[in-house]
């Protein structure tokens, strides 16, 4: 028991019978027996851009009362949050493979700097046990199945349909409403020296894929303006905006003509590779790939606008 009188900390009193000077005494109880909490599993994007479902178990317990009454308000949630940055840091630096290899290195890793911290407010950590709950998104260098998401699937055919035919040995390029299939188990032998037209950036064929899909149901559902900023090879950046507060919704290049409720920015290369499935969205966003300037709950509502391609 922590006794304060008239305001002043006093010797530790306890266990067993603690006098106390009514109005003039106060107190505080502090348990000093091994306690444990959970870090509740987060999605984290390892190094090559695995996301995965990982919590931890962590046992704690107080060697200084004093200090844990003096230093920190809330010690639970301080300990827990200090328990999840050291998690987070020390996840995002490592690739999947030494994650589910290398557990109880990086648990005792997470035990040495969370106790760097913790020491401080007179409580230290006896164990930490890393659990990875699930890996929802595989490496990226990683082979992946044909089960491609439909709406990715279809942005990426749409504006990348004229490059496949050219390389194909120039056939006339598909109407805006239909798509070709190129087979991928006997692909054809490619020209020699044909390349893509640089005529169209990439970002202008997203425009031209979106545009048909705008409607008034469209803009009831999002009610927001977005604003792409595209960073081109070249280094100059292109700007983009897509309008889904009045009508049936706009979308060109530029911006627009008020403030947008959000601004996208990512590397045309990010862009491609975002389509082709060879990078998803949401290890995009964690590895900083994609950034997002405004309210995220809003960003996340272009969801909708993919649903509509589909």
């Not at 046990?129 to 699930?134: F, I, K, Q, R, S």
Request: proline share 8%.
């Amino acid at each position: 028991m922590i006794v304060f009188r008239l305001g002043r900390i006093r010797t530790p009193q306890g266990p067993g019978m603690v006098l106390l000077l009514p109005f003039i005494d106060s107190f505080q109880r502090v348990d000093l027996r091994t306690r444990a909490f959970n870090v509740p599993p987060c999605k984290l994007a390892s190094k090559d851009g695995a996301v995965l479902s990982v919590g931890a178990d962590v046992q704690f317990r107080i060697w200084d009362p004093v200090l844990s009454v003096m230093t920190v308000k809330d010690l639970n949630t301080a300990t827990r949050m200090t328990a999840q940055n050291a998690m987070t840091k020390a996840l995002l630096k490592r690739p999947l493979r030494e994650i589910q290899m290398e557990k109880l290195k990086i648990s005792d890793q997470l035990l040495l700097e969370i106790n760097d911290v913790t020491r401080a407010w007179g409580l230290e950590v006896d164990r930490v046990e890393l659990a990875v709950e699930a890996v929802l998104q595989p490496p990226q260098d990683s082979p992946t199945g044909p089960n491609l998401d439909s709406t990715l699937q279809q942005l990426a055919l749409h504006f990348l349909g004229g490059s496949m035919n050219s390389v194909a040995g120039g056939a006339p390029s598909p109407g805006p409403d239909t798509v070709e299939m190129v087979s991928e188990v006997e692909p054809p032998a490619p020209q020699v020296g044909a390349r893509p037209s640089p005529k169209q950036p990439l970002a202008e064929g997203l425009l031209t894929a979106l545009q048909p899909f705008l409607s008034e149901a469209l803009v009831n559902q999002v009610g927001a303006c977005y604003q792409f900023n595209v960073v081109l090879p070249s280094g100059t950046q292109s700007a983009y905006f897509l309008d889904l507060t009045t009508g049936q919704g706009r979308v060109g290049h530029g911006v627009p003509d008020g403030i947008p409720d959000v601004v996208v920015e990512m590397a045309e290369a990010d862009l491609r590779a975002l389509l082709c499935r060879e990078l998803r969205p949401l290890g995009a966003y964690m590895s900083g790939r994609l950034k997002v300037k405004g309210d995220l709950a809003v960003a996340m509502k272009l969801e909708a606008v993919l649903r509509a391609l589909k």
